[in-house]
């Protein structure tokens, strides 16, 4: 089991960039695989990004491709969303999440344990 904590969230203009962080903790984290994940209100909360327990296999959605790059560094037990040429429909609560995994998982459903969120707002 790990737990989970963002930051970086914040308000930036449509085209900025915003790096986002995820502290776990656990002796295992290695072990997992992990995700992105955003909610925007009214909406479903869908994956953002995914890795592998290595780092060496990555998922992004097609919104997303090109512009957010996903990493993780498991000697310090972090993961990491740099997010280009953010758009206003990036905004969201972004969700940082495990799975019991080593593989790299795409469905909401496979997320064991999830961090608090961080707001992120890209004005127009």
């Known amino acids: 089991q790990v737990q989970l904590v963002e930051s970086g969230g914040g308000l930036v203009q449509a085209g900025g960039s915003l790096r986002l962080s995820c502290a776990a903790s656990g002796r295992t984290f290695s072990s997992y695989g992990m995700g992105w994940f955003r909610q925007a209100p009214g909406k479903e909360r869908e994956l953002v990004a995914a890795v592998n327990w290595s780092g060496s296999s990555k998922y992004y959605v097609d919104f997303v491709k090109g512009r957010f790059t996903m990493s993780r560094d498991n000697a310090k037990n972090t993961v990491n969303l740099q997010m280009n040429s953010l758009k206003p429909e990036d905004t969201a609560v972004y969700y940082c999440?495990?799975?019991?995994?080593?593989?790299?998982?795409?469905?909401?459903?496979?997320?064991?344990?999830w961090g608090q969120g961080t707001q992120v707002t890209v004005s127009s």
């Open positions: 999440a495990a799975a019991r995994s080593y593989a790299v998982r795409i469905g909401i459903d496979e997320y064991d344990y």
